[in-house]
């Protein structure tokens, strides 16, 4: 909780997820009639040169991020205007996902010890008793720009994600740490 959820997480969490949302931004912006409504120009002229047409009729991005953990890259991909399927196969961090897109209501709402039980990498003891509040983003009250979305899959990413149908089922793939495929 205290990287992805934490305001004091931050900048742990830009050093890992930013590069990962710079360079997906770079190769699949999300939709740019999703930025131009936003600035309420609903009648953006810009052609999509790819693919011959209007912007208004290309839809965002699909972005599969498996080994999401507690969801915060994926959270804030599809409030960047993705389509996004986050994807666990952990439970304990499934259940933390689900907790914070159910409950995060209001930024700041709890207080957490992170360090509690850890008696590793303490300058003191006392340090085992620092708090944090979380979130510094409420998920569960946020809006997502139009054409985004946010779904969640749990379970092992390679079988989930086996069959022939996903092959082209996302634009791309977004992940920060290496995809454990192992079956144990």
């Known amino acids: 909780m205290y990287r992805d959820w934490s305001r004091e997480g931050s900048g742990e969490r830009e050093v890992v997820y930013g590069p990962v949302r ?11 009639v999703s930025a131009a409504l936003r600035a309420g120009d609903p009648m953006d002229p810009t052609w999509d ?10 839809t965002p991005p699909r972005v599969l991020v498996p080994g999401c953990g507690l969801a915060r890259l994926p959270v804030e991909l599809a409030l960047e205007g993705y389509r996004v399927i986050a994807n666990e196969y952990s439970a304990y961090m499934a259940l933390g996902c689900m907790h914070a ?61 086996k069959d022939e149908v996903y092959t082209s089922a996302f634009d791309a793939i977004a992940a920060t740490f290496f995809l454990d495929t192992a079956d144990n």
Do not use: Q
């Open 49 to 58: 040169t790819k693919k011959s047409r209007p912007l208004e009729t290309r």
């Open 22 to 32: 710079a360079l997906l931004k770079e190769l699949h912006p999300p939709s740019a």
């Open 101 to 161: 897109m159910n409950n995060f209501h209001t930024k700041d709402e709890f207080t957490i010890y992170p360090w509690v039980t850890d008696t590793n990498n303490l300058v003191s003891p006392d340090d085992t008793l620092t708090p944090c509040t979380v979130p510094d983003l409420a998920p569960a009250s946020s809006t997502l720009p139009s054409g985004a979305s946010f779904g969640f899959a749990s379970g092992s990413f390679v079988e989930i994600f």
